[in-house]
């Protein structure tokens, strides 16, 4: 059974930066591509940014393309999710997920497993 655990979520100003953290127990990270989403209150869950399992390959929503950097360290079995210039918007729960199924990584349906989140409010 996989385990996934975030971290790193606070409150910070618009502008402001913070460095999401998800370990990942129970199997090793390498087996699995690995990504985030986020849900806001009363808003559907939506992709933010997912790395291949080999990491040479990244992919970003729209939306945080240029501010956010995705990255995964193996020895660690830890993924992360370095987010700049944040805007009020981008406050919500973020969630780790891993998934080993071939296809579309920003697809909910790609992913196997899910962490609880971590809450990210920015200010303006």
């Known amino acids: 059974q996989v385990q996934l655990v975030e971290s790193g979520g606070g409150l910070v100003q618009a502008g402001g930066s913070l460095r999401l953290s998800c370990v990942c127990s129970g199997r090793t990270s390498s087996s699995y591509h690995m990504g985030w989403f986020r849900q806001a209150p009363g808003k559907e869950r939506e992709f933010v940014a997912a790395?291949?399992?080999?990491?040479?390959?990244?992919y970003y929503s729209e939306s945080v393309k240029g501010r956010f950097t995705i990255s995964r360290d193996d020895a660690k079995n830890t993924l992360y999710l370095q987010m700049n210039s944040l805007k009020p918007e981008d406050t919500a729960a973020y969630l780790c997920?891993?998934?080993?199924?071939?296809?579309?990584?920003?697809?909910?349906?790609?992913?196997?497993?899910w962490g609880q989140g971590t809450q990210v409010t920015v200010s303006s």
């Open positions: 997920n891993v998934g080993r199924t071939a296809g579309d990584l920003s697809k909910l349906s790609t992913y196997d497993y």
């Open positions: 790395i291949s399992r080999s990491g040479i390959t990244t």
